[in-house]
């Protein structure tokens, strides 16, 4: 089966603190696809990263981080120094190599940037 | 380069009809997904079409079906409407055909309302 978790349902944080974004999944395939997506209240899915399960190197993209271990099936979500611009709800989702072409998406988590 | 456009932007129906969304695809993208997105929901798999033809459907009934045309459009036909059917239904667009799967491009949804 394929799931994927996001425990955290709704996080506050102050402008310009750090706030990390936690998703764990479940799966039986030894190859999937795991992504990060943006909804602001606009309601459009914005991609943010794809990461490979064959590659577990942590990837940063300006104040964006994303840290992938196998080990705990955790691929969490970082941003640093947030600001308004990133209150929205963050999806994280799967994808595997046997579930024909089905992406399975976590419940979000809605992050609110308090300025 | 056009993004992934839906239409309608939103849409009241009664319970028992039928309904068509439509979803323009990103361009050269000859993939297109459907999503069901409840609210306060994660976005739910319905089908994938690749190139014109069914490539993966998710846990909806056969009231659900869809189309895909030649230049990679899409509809979503829903019939006999249920109230639980209310939701963002979400197309997203990418390139297929291969095993890994490519990031998927969101429109904006059609919000469709069940009285």
């Known amino acids: 089966a394929q799931k994927v978790t996001q425990a955290q349902t709704e996080i506050s944080v102050v402008e310009k603190e750090d706030v990390t974004l936690d998703c764990v999944y479940e799966?039986?395939?030894?190859?999937?696809?795991l992504f990060w997506y943006k909804q602001p209240p606009s309601g459009e899915l914005v991609f943010l990263i794809r990461?490979?399960?064959?590659?577990?190197q942590n990837e940063i993209s300006g104040r964006y981080s994303w840290n992938f271990q196998k080990s705990t099936s955790s691929f969490n979500f970082t941003i640093t120094a947030s600001q308004v611009v990133d209150s929205a709800v963050y999806f994280c989702?799967?994808?595997?190599?046997?579930?024909?072409?089905?992406?399975?998406f976590g419940t979000g988590t809605s992050l609110t940037v308090i300025p | 380069e056009t993004g992934v456009t839906q239409s309608p932007t939103h849409l009241i129906k009664t319970r028992g009809q039928q309904v068509t969304l439509r979803c323009s695809s990103q361009?050269?993208?000859?993939?297109v997904s459907w999503y069901q997105q409840a609210l306060g929901q994660g976005p739910q798999f319905i089908f994938q079409?690749?190139?014109?033809?069914?490539?993966g459907r998710g846990n909806f009934p056969p009231r659900f079906s869809g189309l895909q045309f030649p230049n990679y459009s899409s509809e979503l036909n829903v019939n006999a409407l249920e109230l639980d059917d209310s939701a963002l239904y979400l197309c997203?667009?990418?390139?297929?055909?291969?095993?890994?799967?490519?990031?998927?491009?969101f429109g904006p949804g059609t919000r469709l309302t069940v009285t």
């Open positions: 997203a667009s990418s390139l297929g055909g291969t095993s890994v799967p490519y990031e998927q491009y």
């Open positions: 799966t039986r395939d030894t190859t999937y696809y």
């Open positions: 990461r490979n399960s064959f590659d577990e």
């Open positions: 989702a799967l994808r595997g190599s046997n579930t024909g072409n089905q992406f399975y």
């Open positions: 361009s050269g993208h000859n993939t």
């Open positions: 079409y690749y190139r014109e033809e069914e490539n």
